[in-house]
């Protein structure tokens, strides 16, 4: 689920389709989820969740270097 819904702020369906499709894209190019459930507790999730792009590569900054 996209992070504008579980941090309860209104649907945009465009916005809720892209990161749809980013989540799906990642899977393909990196062979793995980019976090493992998306919940607020999840770290990786919460870095995206809260706009942290750079923290979030930082974790899987081995996945950049493939």
């Given amino acids: ?3 504008e ?3 309860k702020k209104p649907y945009k369906g465009d ?3 892209l990161f749809a499709a980013a ?3 990642f899977i393909m190019v990196a ?3 980019p976090f493992q459930n998306a919940k607020s507790r999840n770290f ?3 870095l995206i969740a ?3 792009p ?3 590569w930082g974790v899987h900054g081995k996945l950049r270097e493939r």
Avoid: C, R, T, W
């Fill in 50 to 52: 809260n706009n942290k």
């Fill in 54 to 56: 750079e923290l979030f």
């Fill in 23 to 25: 989540i799906i894209l």
């Fill in 5 to 7: 819904l579980h941090l």
């Fill in 31 to 33: 062979g793995i989820q």
């Fill in 15 to 17: 916005q809720v389709d």
């Fill in 44 to 46: 990786h999730y919460k």
């Fill in 1 to 3: 689920m996209a992070p």
